[in-house]
């Protein structure tokens, strides 16, 4: 005798058994959508390595992106790599990197866009 015919011999699930597939699936489905909010809360936003801010003159003043944080093939600033001194020249009409600048790897942590993503795991 099998537990199927088991059950159907003494009448079939009850009001117990039901009782304990709903106790066990209700959390079951609440698991499958927190699996899937990881794929909206945990997206990485665009980032770079938060720039130096140099001490000129006893003052302290935002220096711009382009003579700080070197840029990819696609011309936006990497997210790994910073210059370890500000590329002044990169200024000039005529500037261009000449790849030879030495870079550091990110020390003073990163500067996260908020244009896609506006709160996430990663930015908090």
């Not at 959390?27 to 794929?39: E, G, V």
């Not at 200024?91 to 000449?98: D, F, K, S, Y």
Request: contains cysteine.
């Amino acid at each position: 005798m099998t537990f199927v015919e088991l059950l159907a011999h003494l009448g079939g699930m009850g009001r117990f058994q039901v009782t304990y597939v709903a106790a066990l699936a209700i959390p079951l489905l609440m698991l499958a959508s927190h699996n899937l909010l990881q794929n909206f809360t945990a997206g990485v936003p665009e980032h770079h390595c938060r720039p130096r801010w140099p001490v000129a003159n006893g003052s302290t003043g935002d220096v711009p992106l382009l003579v700080s944080i070197p840029s990819d093939d696609h011309h936006r600033p990497q997210r790994c790599q910073r210059y370890v001194e500000p590329q002044w020249h990169l200024l000039e009409v005529n500037g261009t990197a000449n790849g030879t600048a030495a870079t550091e790897p990110c020390h003073d942590g990163w500067t996260y866009g908020d244009g896609v993503f506006a709160h996430t795991i990663v930015t908090e």
